[in-house]
């Protein structure tokens, strides 16, 4: 049901946007802890639901699924500005690196997903983040592997 509510929502608001060569428009997304964040969508991306997640194809290739459930607001905006966003994903740090049991990953947008990868590329991690996010990676065997968040790709050694 609220699905089909979201659906015929995004149709309508659709049939409004206006097309233009210079503007930016896209989605923007308030979470139920009242945080925004925008996602380009131009004239490739997509936007849809899949049983209870809405899934945001940007026009950049990310994909981003959200759950229906963590989401408060959704509307669509022409002239998106998203350079604070940009900023934060170019700080992201990582450490300690090589770690024992826990990671910590700063300068990272919440629910940015988290994903750790084995070095045969099978997910071991998979999780949504809050600003500043620590990661249990205890249980991991001693190795390299790979993390992943949003556009940044990280080694990491674990101990």
Known sequence: MKNKFFISIISVMLSFITYSAMAQYGVVVQYTTNQEQAFILNDQGKIYFSGSNLVINQSNGQTQTIAIS?????????NLSINEDIALDKNIILYPNPANDNIKLSN????????????????????????????????????????????????????
């Open 70 to 78: 963590d989401i408060r607001k959704l509307y669509f905006q022409t």
């Open 108 to 159: 990272i947008k919440s629910h940015s997903l988290i994903s750790i990868y084995s070095m045969d590329g099978k997910l071991l991690i998979n999780q949504f983040s809050s600003s500043d996010q620590s990661i249990n990676v205890g249980n991991l065997k001693k190795g390299l592997y790979i993390v992943k968040v949003n556009n940044k790709t990280f080694k990491l050694i674990k101990q």
